[in-house]
């Protein structure tokens, strides 16, 4: 694994920069978007097959979109008409019952047989943040469903109020960001978090430490170059870390896929001290 030292001195001034606080990219064309980054980067790697699974969700979550109806505002922890996604989650399983590998028949059927009360504990369960209350083989379905009412009410809801200043949580419903994001065209060079849940991406100045905001002791692994698409920012301080995907050097990288496909890097970084401060919705901590 390579190690390279805080790059703040070499990165662009963004403080005088114009940008835009909170990103929300149109659900359809983003799962279209990550679905063929899975695929892409499932040829060849060690985990193909559960990348591939990954990407048929995600082309199951694009064909809900004209199920997954307005809801109202979101708030941190909160879940929007849970009924509504108990039926998103239905209708998910139903998308996803043809031709099911069979390392996941089983998980498919464990969601199937649960009742709605247990389907909503357990959803209710993974959005305050207790992971270890739901089997890690079914969580993910779980999430993909609440994810998708959550990104859909995130657009139907006016941009968050008051003050502008960077957080380490989603400012539109709190949750930790799986990755950050080094942005090309328009906001080219920019840095922002992307949100698992609500699929929003909030702006955060590069060089510091996203969960604590410190730039005392930044340093960036990788397992390749210093020039790698995918590195993770650890932090000296707080001793945390959070990968960053760069667009900038490979434009079809995207935040879930590249993050998903580069867990490896994550059990080296953690055999280093460091904990991170995000998660995958398709590695749900545990």
Known sequence: MNQQPNLAERLP?????????LLQPDLAGLYRRRAARLRALAEGHDHADYLRWAARVTEAQASLLPAAVECRPLAAGAIPHAEHCLALLDRLLARLAHDVPAPVAPHLAAVRGLAAEE????????????????????APLLWSALSLQCATAARAMPAPGGSNAEAPACPVCGTAPVASLILAGEHH???YLHC????SAWHMVRAKCSNCGSAADLDYLSFDTAEATVRAESCGVCRGYLKVVSLERDPHAEAVADDLATLALDDAVAAEGFQRTGFNPFALPV
């Open 196 to 199: 698992p849940l609500c699929e």
């Open 13 to 21: 001034d963004q403080s005088s920069r114009h940008f835009t606080p």
């Open 119 to 138: 389907r909503l504990a357990a959803t209710h369960a993974l959005a305050d943040g207790r992971f270890d209350a739901v089997a890690a083989a079914i």
């Open 189 to 191: 060079g920019m840095r």
